[in-house]
């Protein structure tokens, strides 16, 4: 692909037909080429990489390189450009969703992919033995229909605004895996097991240390990738990672510590910063389940007892914003009126004496029932700003009497601990989906193991209003029923929501073409190329 082209131009023309005869030539190109590899540092091995079965953001941003899907999402979260699906069209009822596929799609091992791998995904999908995380937004897709190898239907059993985002979410599996086991069991299949047709393919993954992917040559837009191969090296340390990325042992970095932004602006020219508005919002969650967070007053005056802009100012440096609802600016439905509740901490003291939480004995921590508020709070290991998160709200509620014990947890433990709900509260955070929908984190429904509704958190009012909202064509009139719900998730304080955060991700400047955005940092990582000075 031609980029800017710069001539060099000779005084003599003389000169210049000898330079040329001589086989000497000035003119420089700036185009894609292939070869090279990107070493990716992150502090976080993955829980997995089959996409039947892993709820990890990370693995998510992997599997879709070695995934298709039906479409492929942009980045204003609400358009889509083709994919697997060459072009797509409605019945005039909107009941029907065509999808047309293209022909020149192969598995990595040599099968064709066809309309029949989709079928069989789809199936898989809405079978709740598969344990999916994502069923529910199958919900109101009845069947589908092959038309042949390359055509498939889409039926509906209403017309609603995200028909098109609820086909396409979840990338296509491949029919002669899914045919080998049962369903049940295909979420078990490790990813060395599974025929991929994306732009690359995994070429190893040793766990702890690093996951490596090379080109896959059976890519159907031919020539890409550029790179060669794609290594995420794991190294459970941020500062460590930040070192080996500004001594050049790693190329490419996400959600640099704030505090180090400045260096790399003024002292590192050969990497190039990518800050821009993420899906991306922390918080700290309070397990409803466990007796001391049932209460929502009692959620309510914890928040007030925790500054957050504080947290902000000195743990993120400005590059986050006090965050009041479960939707990020960025999405289409999101409630910017609501005010964060007060940091207050008489007031939380306040509410906490009313329902029962005093310091009956004098030695400074609160009681009740003869039993102190004293709870773990729980992140992952790794992760500084979490960390350093886990001391603050540990002084900050020493303070109105509450005891915090601190851990930070290897991120599959710590994976593990949060999905299975044996834990009291937790450092963490979310990246969104595109879609307004709250059901997937915060239904009655979504609570358990199998969904992400980790906090245990229910309220009936969210989702009959959620079920309206979510099934509203016109935008303008399901906004302020988004709105309400904001509201009502924010009163009830499931979450001390901390802040929405902006991309801090560098880049080696060897590479081109690198285009984050907020569907992921590796996009299209297909298009990524690397200087022929800059190649390892």
């Known amino acids: 692909m031609a980029r800017n082209v710069t001539i060099c131009r000779l005084g003599l023309i003389a000169l210049l037909s000898a330079l040329l005869a001589a086989g000497v030539g000035c003119a420089k190109r700036d185009r894609a080429e292939r070869g090279g590899t990107l070493i990716v540092g992150e502090i976080n091995d993955y829980e997995g990489l089959?996409?039947?079965?892993?709820?990890?953001?990370?693995?998510?941003?992997?599997?879709n390189l070695l995934f298709l899907s039906l479409l492929d999402e942009q980045s204003d979260l609400l358009n889509f450009a083709p994919r697997l699906a060459q072009s797509w069209e409605f019945s005039a009822d909107r009941l029907d969703l065509t999808f047309r596929l293209r022909p020149d799609v192969y598995w990595s091992d040599g099968?064709?992919?066809?309309?029949?791998?989709?079928?069989?995904?789809?199936?898989?999908?809405?079978?709740?033995a598969t344990q999916w995380a994502s069923r529910h937004l199958k919900a109101h897709i009845d069947s589908v229909s092959v038309i042949d190898d390359h055509t498939i239907v889409y039926h509906y059993a209403m017309a609603y605004p995200y028909q098109v985002m609820d086909a396409n979410d979840g990338p296509i599996m491949p029919k002669h895996a899914l045919d080998r086991v049962s369903h049940a069991e295909f979420g078990k299949l490790p990813?060395?097991?599974?025929?991929?047709?994306?732009?690359?393919k995994l070429h190893s993954w040793v766990k702890g240390q690093a996951l490596t992917l090379v080109r896959n040559e059976r890519y159907y837009e031919k020539g890409k990738p550029y790179l060669e191969k794609v290594i995420f090296k794991i190294i459970p340390d941020q500062m460590t990672l930040l070192t080996q990325l500004k001594s050049g042992e790693i190329d490419c970095m996400e959600m640099i510590p704030p505090a180090e932004m400045q260096d790399i602006r003024n002292n590192h020219p050969e990497l190039t910063i990518y800050d821009f508005p993420t899906r991306l919002y922390g918080y700290i969650g309070w397990n409803a389940s466990k007796p001391l967070f049932a209460s929502a007053r009692v959620r309510t005056a914890l928040t007030m007892a925790i500054d957050r802009a504080l947290i902000n100012e000195n743990i993120y440096y400005g590059f986050a914003q006090e965050?009041?609802?479960p939707f990020p600016p960025i999405i289409w439905a999101y409630n910017p009126n609501i005010k964060p509740v007060p940091y207050d901490t008489a007031e939380a003291r306040r509410i906490l004496a009313e329902e029962g939480y005093r310091d009956t004995n004098g030695d400074g921590w609160l009681e009740k029932s003869g039993k102190r508020f004293e709870f773990d709070l729980i992140t992952n290991h790794g992760n500084q700003l979490r960390s350093d998160i886990l001391v603050t709200v540990q002084d900050m509620l020493k303070k109105i009497g509450i005891k915090v014990n601190v851990a930070a947890l290897e991120w599959t433990?710590?994976?593990?601990?949060?999905?299975?709900?044996?834990?009291?509260?937790?450092?963490?955070?979310?990246?969104?989906g595109g879609k307004a929908d709250f059901a997937p984190i915060w239904s009655c429904e979504a609570r358990g193991s199998v969904g992400y509704n980790r906090v245990n958190y229910c309220n009936p009012l969210v989702d009959s209003l959620n079920a309206v909202a979510t099934g509203m064509l016109d935008f303008e009139k399901a906004k302020p029923i988004f709105w309400r719900i904001q509201e009502l998730i924010y009163n009830d304080q499931p979450y001390t929501f901390l802040n929405f955060q902006r991309a801090r991700n560098v880049v080696n400047r060897r590479f081109r073409d690198v285009k984050p955005d907020a569907i992921s940092m590796y996009h299209y990582l297909q298009d990524w190329w690397v200087s022929p000075e800059g190649k390892k």
């Open 50 to 63: 089959n996409p039947m079965s892993t709820t990890d953001a990370h693995a998510r941003d992997v599997y």
């Open 111 to 128: 099968i064709p992919v066809t309309a029949r791998d989709v079928a069989a995904t789809f199936a898989a999908q809405k079978d709740s």
């Open 191 to 200: 990813i060395e097991q599974l025929p991929t047709n994306g732009p690359f």
């Open 323 to 325: 965050c009041t609802s």
């Open 413 to 432: 433990v710590f994976l593990e601990r949060t999905k299975s709900g044996n834990y009291d509260a937790q450092v963490n955070a979310w990246r969104v």
